[in-house]
């Protein structure tokens, strides 16, 4: 089988938002040129206007507009275009990663592996949120350290080439030196990623089982567990700033070398009357900008190590989804689904479903309810293939495992992945091909065709990050309709009717009914639902 396409590639980062990102390093660049140009005619302007004064002949025929015209123009491209530049690159970045979050959950979504647990959805998310570190803390600062330097020992070449040729090469060893640091900072920045996601679950997973835990008197072992890992986390997070720091140690070092030997040679060249000293100080003030552009580089590959880390994580993710599903049948239309005395847990959970037993043909119902943390979500996941299982859980008489279930089973789950599209671009995430027509009808079973069709856009209705632009209740429809449209044979929903009044829910659960008629149905809900066909499954 032929390896799977890379979900995520560092080089193409930049390509889906190219204008911004271009538009951003092109005002980065110009303001620190601004800063740059700023500092070394100001220095040139004080001396060159003292010694005209010192010079009372030339202090009529010395220029002192232009120069302070210039000096003001650079002060405000420096203001404006750092806000500019900061403005226009969070659009970029923030625009990338909603990019990579609907390509990401696109490539899941239809991918032959089935569904993802919460966890891994978190952790997807956390690693989608570092690839912006490439284009911002790598790319961008390289890009203008080594634009800006090309242009400084250019301008002392114009000046003098001694200048170039006696402090050009410390320059170029300082701008070169967090190459040194590129093993050791990638390999602590993947340790570190790793680590911080081992924490964020240290830290999560105890809080759903607080009360569990306290009755336990186990809470303090979980507090210790995160304690242990948060030191580790820290303890890296020093390691890199240690090595930050000692690489600017260093590059700031060769620096001042460079400074020093600018002066020196500087020095000789005012004595044969070759270079002035408004010219020189210009000079010496440049290079002393330069400090501001170069310092960024020394954390520039931790950061790439965290893009690198989190790359790997998810292109690691579609690989073994394709691999663990290779070479398996999926199953036939006619479906029996049955779990014998099955028991399930969440990762470090003490209790959850026990022996649990049922039998579901096409065309079964199965309404799971009980009270809140008796099991019924940990129940669904189990049966959505996301937990490890005891006991037996079968499909057409053969383990999960047996089966290529990506489109066979269909999980709704209680978080809801909205995402700052419009609402027909939400909708083709489940089903790319869908018509209107079927938009439309989706909408009318998940009792959402009135609202759209009174929306000025309808189709078009962008939904904002999140589903922030629609209610609580609108996403989770707005999500269940997007999973009708995969035509999934298996629906695993999870409180699909949490908000609606009682008429609304009556008629997404007939329109639920009216397409899972061949297929098999279960629902977890705190609502009585009145279907009476359905089996029922109280759990304790």
Same mark, same amino acid.
């Given at each position: 089988? +032929?390896?799977?396409?890379?979900?995520?590639?560092?080089?193409?980062?930049?390509?889906?938002? #190219?204008?911004?990102?271009?538009?951003?390093?092109?005002?980065?660049?110009?303001?620190?040129?601004?800063?740059?140009?700023?500092?070394?005619?100001?220095?040139?302007?004080? +001396?060159?206007?003292?010694?005209?004064?010192?010079?009372?002949?030339?202090?009529?025929?010395?220029?002192?507009?232009?120069?302070?015209?210039?000096?003001?123009?650079?002060?405000?491209?420096?203001?404006?275009?750092?806000?500019?530049?900061?403005?226009?690159?969070?659009?970029?970045?923030?625009?990338?990663?909603?990019?990579?979050?609907?390509?990401?959950?696109?490539?899941?979504?239809?991918?032959?592996?089935?569904?993802?647990?919460?966890?891994?959805?978190?952790?997807?998310?956390?690693?989608?949120?570092?690839? /912006?570190?490439?284009?911002?803390?790598?790319?961008?600062?390289?890009?203008?350290?080594?634009?800006?330097?090309?242009?400084?020992?250019?301008?002392?070449?114009?000046?003098?080439?001694?200048?170039?040729?006696?402090?050009?090469?410390?320059?170029?060893?300082?701008?070169?030196?967090?190459?040194?640091?590129?093993?050791?900072?990638?390999?602590?920045?993947?340790?570190?990623?790793?680590?911080?996601?081992?924490?964020?679950?240290?830290?999560?997973?105890?809080?759903?089982?607080?009360?569990?835990?306290?009755?336990?008197?186990?809470?303090? /072992?979980?507090?210790?567990?995160? +304690?242990?890992? /948060?030191?580790?986390?820290?303890?890296?997070? #020093?390691?890199?700033?240690?090595?930050?720091?000692?690489?600017?140690?260093?590059?700031?070092?060769?620096?001042?070398?460079?400074?020093?030997?600018?002066?020196?040679?500087?020095?000789?060249?005012?004595?044969?009357?070759?270079?002035?000293?408004?010219?020189?100080?210009?000079?010496?003030?440049?290079?002393?900008?330069?400090?501001?552009?170069?310092?960024?580089?020394?954390? +520039?590959?931790?950061?790439?190590?965290?893009?690198?880390?989190?790359?790997?994580?998810?292109?690691?993710?579609?690989? #073994?989804?394709?691999?663990?599903?290779?070479?398996?049948?999926?199953?036939?239309?006619?479906?029996?689904?049955?779990?014998?005395?099955?028991?399930?847990?969440?990762?470090?959970?003490?209790?959850? =479903?026990?022996?649990?037993?049922?039998?579901?043909?096409?065309?079964?119902?199965?309404?799971?309810?009980?009270?809140?943390?008796?099991?019924?979500?940990?129940?669904?996941?189990?049966?959505?293939?996301?937990?490890?299982?005891?006991?037996?859980?079968?499909?057409?008489?053969?383990?999960?495992?047996?089966?290529?279930?990506?489109?066979?089973?269909?999980?709704?789950?209680?978080?809801?992945?909205?995402?700052?599209?419009?609402?027909?671009?939400?909708?083709?995430?489940?089903? =790319? /091909?869908?018509?209107?027509?079927?938009?439309?009808?989706?909408?009318?079973?998940?009792?959402?065709?009135?609202w759209a069709q009174n929306q000025p856009q309808q189709l078009d209705t962008v939904l904002g990050e999140y589903g922030a632009a629609v209610s609580?209740?609108?996403?989770?429809?707005?999500?269940?309709?997007?999973?009708?449209?995969?035509?999934?044979?298996?629906?695993?929903?999870?409180?699909?009717?949490?908000?609606?009044?009682?008429?609304?829910?009556?008629?997404?659960?007939?329109?639920?009914?009216?397409?899972?008629?061949?297929?098999?149905?279960?629902?977890?809900?705190?609502? #009585?639902?009145?279907?009476?066909?359905?089996?029922?499954?109280?759990?304790?």
């Amino acid at each position: 089988m +032929s390896a799977p396409e890379p979900v995520v590639r560092l080089r193409t980062l930049l390509t889906s938002r #190219r204008s911004s990102w271009l538009l951003a390093l092109l005002l980065g660049a110009v303001t620190l040129l601004c800063a740059i140009t700023l500092l070394a005619l100001s220095g040139w302007f004080i +001396s060159a206007a003292a010694l005209a004064g010192l010079a009372s002949a030339a202090a009529y025929g010395f220029d002192y507009f232009r120069p302070a015209a210039i000096i003001r123009l650079c002060a405000i491209g420096r203001t404006a275009g750092r806000y500019a530049e900061r403005l226009t690159s969070h659009y970029a970045a923030l625009g990338l990663l909603k990019d990579l979050r609907v390509k990401t959950f696109n490539a899941l979504a239809n991918s032959r592996s089935g569904h993802h647990s919460a966890d891994t959805l978190q952790r997807l998310v956390a690693d989608i949120d570092l690839l /912006d570190q490439l284009p911002l803390k790598v790319i961008a600062p390289w890009l203008w350290a080594l634009s800006l330097s090309a242009l400084l020992l250019l301008f002392w070449y114009l000046l003098a080439p001694a200048l170039l040729y006696s402090a050009g090469l410390p320059l170029l060893l300082a701008l070169f030196v967090p190459l040194l640091t590129f093993k050791r900072a990638t390999k602590l920045a993947a340790h570190e990623t790793s680590a911080a996601a081992l924490r964020r679950t240290l830290l999560l997973e105890p809080l759903t089982m607080l009360p569990a835990l306290l009755i336990w008197q186990r809470w303090q /072992d979980k507090t210790r567990q995160f +304690s242990a890992q /948060d030191q580790h986390c820290l303890e890296l997070q #020093r390691q890199q700033q240690q090595l930050s720091s000692r690489c600017a140690l260093l590059q700031q070092s060769i620096l001042a070398l460079s400074l020093l030997l600018l002066l020196w040679q500087g020095a000789q060249l005012l004595a044969a009357q070759a270079l002035t000293v408004p010219l020189l100080l210009a000079a010496a003030l440049a290079l002393w900008a330069l400090y501001e552009v170069m310092l960024p580089l020394c954390q +520039s590959f931790i950061a790439l190590g965290m893009s690198l880390a989190a790359r790997n994580r998810l292109n690691q993710l579609a690989k #073994r989804t394709v691999q663990s599903q290779s070479g398996k049948p999926e199953p036939e239309s006619v479906l029996t689904l049955t779990a014998i005395q099955l028991s399930a847990r969440q990762n470090g959970a003490l209790y959850g =479903p026990d022996n649990v037993s049922f039998t579901l043909q096409s065309g079964s119902v199965l309404l799971i309810s009980g009270a809140s943390g008796s099991g019924k979500t940990t129940l669904l996941q189990a049966l959505a293939n996301q937990l490890a299982v005891t006991g037996t859980l079968q499909l057409n008489g053969l383990p999960y495992s047996e089966w290529q279930l990506g489109q066979t089973l269909g999980y709704l789950s209680q978080q809801a992945d909205i995402f700052d599209l419009t609402l027909a671009q939400n909708l083709r995430l489940g089903a =790319p /091909d869908a018509s209107d027509a079927q938009l439309w009808q989706v909408l009318k079973d998940t009792a959402l065709h009135d609202w759209a069709q009174n929306q000025p856009q309808q189709l078009d209705t962008v939904l904002g990050e999140y589903g922030a632009a629609v209610s609580g209740g609108q996403a989770r429809r707005i999500a269940l309709a997007r999973l009708l449209l995969t035509n999934r044979p298996v629906l695993l929903l999870d409180e699909p009717f949490a908000g609606l009044d009682p008429d609304t829910t009556q008629q997404v659960l007939q329109a639920l009914l009216q397409r899972q008629r061949n297929g098999i149905l279960v629902i977890v809900s705190h609502q #009585r639902l009145d279907i009476p066909q359905a089996q029922l499954l109280q759990l304790h």
